[in-house]
């Protein structure tokens, strides 16, 4: 089954305990992306990557670092947690890198993050 | 930039009824416009698509028409359920190289039987 997966999907951390979460697809996908969603702002992009290797900001970016070493898993990673990233995050892909609105984004189910 | 307004609700609406959820935008060029939907405890989905003016996507039901004069594209059902119960997001897509998907702040959609 064509999947994106995310781990794990609820998280409860402590300020400025470093922390990854894992994203994967399975559609051998170029395009990849982060998003946090937040009651009132819709959903936000963090980072994107057009293909391995190849990372670049959204329109949130601070506080995340991501990699892109191979094409399947693009994981987002915290490395000093606030409590102002408590929020919802999704992972999404696309098999079009240059144009994504030319095909559907496909989801992960999401991970809840609290930061205490 | 590129934006897109939606309400927030919820929309509560009985079992059967007309839907509409609005959504307007504002963008340079020709974008491409979607309407996606997230069920409890699911990322989004794409409910339906168009790429050019007086397109008219339509999925499940569904349907929405690219008006580029009233730069809108809003999201109409004739008779809803209660498995519609939903948040709907409007999203577009500019043009021209690559172009993210801005998305809505999402629409609460509650049917009740």
């Known amino acids: 089954e064509a999947q994106v997966t995310q781990n794990p999907r609820y998280l409860i951390t402590v300020t400025g305990k470093k922390l990854t979460v894992t994203c994967s697809q399975n559609m051998n996908h170029e395009y990849m992306s982060w998003y946090r969603q937040d009651p009132g702002l819709g959903l936000r992009q963090i980072y994107y990557?057009?293909?391995?290797?190849?990372?670049d900001k959204g329109d949130v970016p601070e506080g995340y670092k991501v990699s892109r070493k191979e094409k399947r898993n693009f994981p987002l990673i915290l490395e000093s947690p606030s409590p102002n990233q408590t929020s919802l995050y999704f992972c999404?892909?696309?098999?079009?890198?240059?144009?994504?609105?030319?095909?559907?984004?496909?989801f992960g189910n999401g991970t809840r993050l609290t930061v205490t | 930039g590129n934006s897109v307004t939606q309400m927030e609700g919820p929309v509560t609406l009985s079992e059967e009824a007309f839907l509409t959820i609005n959504c307007t935008y504002t963008?340079?060029?020709?974008?491409?416009l979607f309407w996606y939907v997230q069920y409890p405890g699911e990322g989004l989905q794409l409910l339906l698509k168009a790429t050019k003016a007086d397109d008219k996507g339509s999925n499940k039901g569904f349907e929405a028409t690219y008006r580029k004069e009233t730069t809108s594209f809003h999201l109409e059902k004739g008779s809803v359920q209660v498995s519609d119960s939903a948040v709907y997001f409007c999203a577009l897509s500019g043009s021209g190289g690559y172009q993210k998907v801005t998305f809505g702040i999402g629409t609460k959609l509650q049917v009740i039987p």
């Open positions: 990557s057009m293909n391995v290797e190849v990372t």
């Open positions: 963008a340079t060029g020709y974008p491409s």
């Open positions: 999404a892909s696309s098999w079009d890198k240059t144009g994504v609105g030319n095909s559907p984004l496909h």
